[in-house]
Nanobody, 111 residues
C-alpha cells in the first residue's frame, strides 16, 4: 500500500505563487506515475499535471506555462510549483498514485 500526504496549500493573492508537496510512503516502488488533481466547489475533479517515473510530464491546458510538476525520487516527493495564480485555480488539490488519493490541500486565490 501507498500513503500520500499533501502540504503547501494556503491563501494567496492573484498573481502569486505556491508550491505544493506530495510525500509518498509505503510501497513506493509500485508507483509509476503521480498526478496532481483539483476539485473546485460544484465541479468535477480534474487532472492538473502528471509526471511519469521516467520524468515525462503532461499538463492541463489551463495551467500550461504557469504550473510545473517535478519529483524527487530520493525523497519520494512530488512538487507542484504554481505561479501566476488566478482565482479560477481555487480548489482542493489532491495527489494520486497507485490507486491511492491523498487527503487534499486547499488552495484559495483571492482577486
Amino acid at each position: 500500500q501507498v500513503q500520500l500526504v499533501e502540504s503547501g496549500g494556503g491563501l494567496v493573492q492573484a498573481g502569486g505563487s505556491l508550491r505544493l508537496s506530495c510525500a509518498a510512503s509505503g510501497s513506493t516502488s509500485s508507483i509509476n506515475a503521480i498526478g496532481w488533481y483539483r476539485q473546485a466547489p460544484g465541479k468535477q475533479r480534474e487532472l492538473v499535471a502528471i509526471i511519469q517515473r521516467g520524468g515525462s510530464v503532461n499538463y492541463a491546458d489551463s495551467v500550461k506555462g504557469r504550473f510545473t510538476i517535478s519529483r524527487d525520487n530520493a525523497k519520494n516527493t512530488v512538487y507542484l510549483q504554481m505561479n501566476s495564480l488566478e482565482p479560477e485555480d481555487t480548489a482542493v488539490y489532491f495527489c494520486y498514485a497507485a490507486f491511492t488519493w491523498g487527503q487534499g490541500t486547499q488552495v484559495t486565490v483571492s482577486s
